[in-house]
């Protein structure tokens, strides 16, 4: 089998309360831009992916379909691991044809995709953490209490534009739920050492389930040092790429928790490799979003149900979109939503809403 025809297309779907608007310490957003990928083989079977858009580090811009064609047209779909080690797309192109690809295994061989990674481990339904933005003490306080009344457990929320805007937005959520809510806040590397470590301290007495990537990506033994000398466990997310580097970070004891994303592992398999060295370290994961649309929140869903190492509720925005490229949606229930068994991926792409939203 070889994969004869690649198109790359670009979607944007607006986003809703409680997500919009969705403050990080870069912008406020109120949409989700993302670049699908459509693998079609000789045999007529059709896979898709999902990578989002590089906002920050523009490592592409556009619909990169030639470059695409370039590393993919003539593969097997089943050479994945030949593939992740030939990537020369990047992390973010690549992740989106490895989706794909997988997603045409699955059907070549109809088994849902968590069958292929090794079968469901757990429950296959997936215990989701909500998400918030940067707000203000009483929005914090009144969101909190919603997603409680939604059955969510676990909320993260954006931080890192001042350490006094982060403490009065966890102090909000605090006295809106108190503990009802296991809370986890994500700077998105927006601060110095001495300020992450005077926050991680002052958080302490707020109980975080983790301290997510407070300080640039690379300074990974300014956050080994970090987490020697608060209680405030800590996350790293922005650091967690190749096998490699995940290994400097676990032999550092640099982090409590590794959330990975295929993004920026370079596709499903990269993170099942990071899963599997954590592990081993007796370091949970948990399945970084990246306000996920429907095939990668898919991809979420069969990877955790397949991995041991994640424990812990994974990030997901899904309920924040207007709509979606896939049908049926995805539906959360009291904070849990379920693995797909279709094939694959076990979504299918409905035309219709792809040319309502194609950018």
Same mark, same amino acid.
């Given at each position: ?137 009483? !929005? &914090?306080?009144? %969101? ?10 676990? =909320? @993260? #929320?954006? $931080? ?118 954590? !592990? &081993?370290?007796? %370091? ?10 429907? =095939? @990668? #929140?898919? $991809? ?60």
């Amino acid at each position: 089998m070889k994969i004869t025809q690649l198109n790359a297309l670009r979607v944007r779907i607006p986003q809703v309360a409680p997500i919009a608007p969705y403050q990080n310490r870069y912008k406020a957003g109120t949409y989700k831009e993302s670049l699908l990928i459509r693998l079609e083989t000789d045999g007529g079977l059709v896979g898709w992916g999902e990578t989002p858009d590089d906002w920050i580090n523009k490592s592409f811009e556009g619909t990169p379909v030639e470059r695409l064609k370039g590393q993919t047209l003539g593969r097997d779909p089943f050479d994945i691991e030949l593939f992740y080690a030939e990537n020369t797309l990047g992390s973010y192109l690549a992740s989106g044809v490895e989706m794909a690809m997988w997603d045409i295994v699955g059907k070549a061989t109809k088994q849902p995709l968590y069958k292929l990674l090794g079968g469901a481990v757990r429950s296959k339904k997936i215990e989701l953490a909500a998400c918030m933005g940067i707000r203000p003490y009483e !929005e &914090a306080k009144a %969101i909190a209490k919603g997603y409680v009344e939604q059955g969510f457990t676990t =909320l @993260k #929320t954006k $931080a890192g534009r001042r350490a006094e805007e982060d403490l009065e937005m966890v102090r909000g959520i605090r006295d809106g739920v108190g503990d009802k809510l296991k809370l986890r806040i994500d700077p998105n590397m927006g601060y110095e050492p001495d300020v992450a470590l005077s926050l991680a301290r002052d958080l302490e007495k707020y109980n975080l389930e983790y301290f997510e990537q407070p300080m640039e990506f690379s300074r990974i033994g300014e956050s080994a040092r970090l987490r020697r000398m608060t209680k405030t466990p800590l996350g790293l997310n922005e650091s967690v790429t190749t096998p490699e580097i995940t290994l400097q970070i676990l032999q550092l004891q640099a982090a409590d928790v590794l959330l990975p994303d295929t993004y920026q592992c370079g596709g499903i398999l990269g993170v099942k490799k990071v899963a599997a060295l954590c !592990e &081993a370290a007796k %370091i949970p994961c948990v399945f970084h979003c990246a306000h996920d649309l429907g =095939l @990668k #929140t898919a $991809a979420m869903l069969h990877a955790v149900a397949s991995t041991p190492n994640f424990p812990l509720a994974n990030d997901c925005t899904y309920y924040g979109l207007e709509g979606d490229i896939i049908t049926p949606l995805h539906v959360i229930e009291r904070g849990y939503m379920s693995v797909p068994e279709g094939h694959g991926l076990g979504v299918n792409v409905d035309e219709a809403k792809l040319a309502k939203y194609r950018v």
